[in-house]
T-cell receptor, first 112, second 112 residues
Framework: EAQVTQNPRYLITVTGKKLTVTCSQN?????MSWYRQDPGLGLRQIYY???????DKGDVPEGYKVSRKEKRNFPLILESPSPNQTSLYFC???????????FGQGTRLTVV | DQQVKQNSPSLSVQEGRISILNCDYT??????FLWYKKYPAEGPTFLIS?????DKNEDGRFTVFLNKSAKHLSLHIVPSQPGDSAVYFC???????????FGKGTKLTVNP
């Protein structure tokens, strides 16, 4: 089954404690991206990757890092989380940029 | 600067009637448009798309209309069913662009 898998689904953490949200896709897609969804703001892109070792900033990259060492994995790293990063995060992948994307089920992060 | 706008945060319709969700865009370079549906606690799922070379695309109960001169697209759901109750996101991209640009979403409620 084609899917994008994110882990964990839910996470509560404290300010400043580094965390990683993993994302893996089994469709051999070149393009992967991370979004955050906030009330009244819709989906905003954090980072994207067009291929292995190729990543770039989206609309709201501050406070986040990503890596793309393998085609299937695209982890999101928060080196020093802050409360304003409390949000619902989605990973997505697609065969090309700007076309239909498959989304993971989301990670609800709370930073206290 | 919001390039994709969904001006109605919510919409309520009766089962069996038509649901019309609207989306406006400002970037004349956009040439591909998509609709996603999102249920609570799930990631967005692709619903239907349309290229700028068309003005209509149909898939079962779902039809998307594109008016390029007005920079407006709409999603029609006929007949609406309670299972259609979800948040609907409009998204757009341009050829060669790195990303999908999403609207803020419209919450559709279909009442039995």
């Amino acid at each position: 089954e084609a899917q994008v898998t994110q882990n964990p689904r839910y996470l509560i953490t404290v300010t400043g404690k580094k965390l990683t949200v993993t994302c893996s896709q089994n469709m051999n897609h070149e393009y992967m991206s991370w979004y955050r969804q906030d009330p009244g703001l819709g989906l905003r892109q954090i980072y994207y990757s067009m291929n292995v070792e190729v990543t770039d900033k989206g609309d709201v990259p501050e406070g986040y890092k990503v890596s793309r060492k393998e085609k299937r994995n695209f982890p999101l790293i928060l080196e020093s989380p802050s409360p304003n990063q409390t949000s619902l995060y989605f990973c997505a992948s697609s065969i090309l940029q700007g076309v239909e994307a498959f989304f993971g089920q989301g990670t609800r992060l709370t930073v206290v | 600067d919001q390039q994709v706008k969904q001006n109605s945060p919510s919409l309520s319709v009766q089962e069996g009637r038509i649901s019309i969700l609207n989306c406006d865009y400002t970037n004349s370079m956009f040439d591909y448009f998509l609709w996603y549906k999102k249920y609570p606690a799930e990631g967005p799922t692709f619903l239907i798309s349309i290229s700028s070379i068309k003005d209509k695309n149909e898939d079962g109960r779902f039809t998307v209309f594109l008016n390029k001169s007005a920079k407006h697209l709409s999603l029609h759901i006929v007949p609406s069913q309670p299972g259609d109750s979800a948040v609907y996101f409009c998204a757009a991209s341009s050829s060669g662009s790195e990303k999908l640009v999403f609207g803020k979403g419209t919450k559709l409620t279909v009442n039995p």
